[in-house]
C-alpha cells in the first residue's frame, strides 16, 4: 500500500502500467523542488523506504538552506552561459593575456557563446553538453581544439555549479573528447640543409629559427627583420576576426644575429 507523506516532502511512483505498482520489479521514482524552487525527478530507488529516504534528505537539505542564500542561487541560475562567462573571465587572474587569455577569448565567441550562449544556466545537463561536443565534431572542429574548448566549458559550468547556479553537476558523466597526437618526424640536419638550399628568404628564415632557435612554427613566423637583424616580435595579438602584428621591438631589445650568417651556417656554407 502506498504511504502518504509529509507536505512539501514531494511523492514517489512508478513509470510503469503494471496492474500492482507496488508488486512489480520497476523501480521507483521521486519528484521534488529542489532549493532553487525547480521540479525535479531522480528514479532508480528500487523500494518505498530508498525513495522516501531520499526525499527526506532532500527536504532536510532544503529547509537548511537560508532563504537569502537560496534567492541568491535562484538568481545565478536564471543568467545565461554567455552572460555569466562575460563574469568569469575577468576572474581568471592567473591567464596570461597574450597567451592563454587570447585561446580562451576565441573559444568563447567562436564556439561557446554562439553555441550555448542564450541557454540559462539552470538548464545546461550532461545531455546538452554532450548535445555541443556532437555539434563540434559534425562541424569539423579538430579533436585537439575540442579539448582545449571543452575544458574552457568546463571550468566555466564547474564555476557556477560551485557556486549554487545548478543542483547537479552540469558535466558529470560528460565523456571529453580524446585527443590523439600523432606521430612527429624531426628532420635531420641533412634534411634541414636540403630544405634551405632550395627554399626562399621568408621560408628559410622560418626554417632557421625553427631548427636553430626551438620556435614553433608560428612564432618562427613572428620574426621581423630590422636592418639586418633578427627581432623576434612579441606584441603579436589576436583580434576577432584576423591575426595581426604590431610594430617590431626596439633595436635594443633585438637579438643580434646577422642574417645571413644564419642561413650560412645552417646551408653549409662558409
Known amino acids: ?74 538568481e545565478l541560475g536564471q543568467l545565461t552561459v554567455g552572460e555569466y562567462a562575460k563574469q568569469w573571465r575577468p576572474r581568471q587572474r592567473r591567464m596570461t593575456d597574450y597567451s592563454t587569455g587570447e585561446h580562451v577569448d576565441s573559444s568563447l565567441n567562436v564556439h561557446i557563446v554562439p553555441r550555448l550562449g542564450s541557454r540559462k544556466l539552470n538548464s545546461v545537463t550532461p545531455m546538452v553538453v554532450e548535445r555541443f561536443l556532437d555539434e563540434m565534431e559534425s562541424g569539423g572542429v579538430g579533436r585537439g581544439n575540442q579539448v582545449n574548448i571543452f575544458r574552457i566549458l568546463k571550468a566555466i559550468l564547474r564555476d557556477a555549479y560551485d557556486k549554487g547556479a545548478m543542483v547537479d553537476d552540469p558535466v558529470k558523466g560528460a565523456q571529453e573528447p580524446e585527443y590523439v597526437r600523432e606521430q612527429v618526424a624531426i628532420p635531420s640536419l641533412a634534411y634541414v640543409k636540403r630544405a634551405l638550399a632550395v627554399a626562399d628568404t621568408d621560408l628559410a628564415l622560418e626554417i632557421a629559427m625553427m631548427a636553430g632557435c626551438g620556435l614553433r612554427n608560428g612564432e618562427a613566423r613572428a620574426v621581423n627583420v630590422n636592418n639586418g637583424y633578427l627581432c623576434p ?12 602584428s604590431t610594430a617590431p621591438q626596439e633595436m635594443d631589445t633585438c637579438c643580434e644575429v646577422p642574417v645571413t650568417a644564419t642561413r650560412s651556417r645552417w646551408s653549409g656554407g662558409a
Open 1 to 74: 500500500m502506498a504511504r502518504q507523506l509529509a507536505r512539501g516532502l514531494g511523492s514517489f511512483f512508478k513509470d510503469c502500467d503494471c496492474s500492482k505498482p507496488t508488486r512489480c520489479p520497476h523501480p521507483y521514482s521521486i519528484r521534488f523542488r529542489d532549493a532553487l524552487g525547480k521540479q525535479r525527478e531522480e528514479s532508480g530507488y528500487g523500494t518505498q523506504d530508498d525513495a522516501i529516504e531520499r526525499l527526506t534528505q532532500l527536504y532536510a537539505e532544503k529547509k537548511t538552506t537560508a532563504p537569502s542564500v537560496a534567492a541568491a542561487r535562484r
Open 233 to 244: 616580435d612579441r606584441s603579436m595579438r589576436r583580434s576577432s576576426a584576423t591575426r595581426r
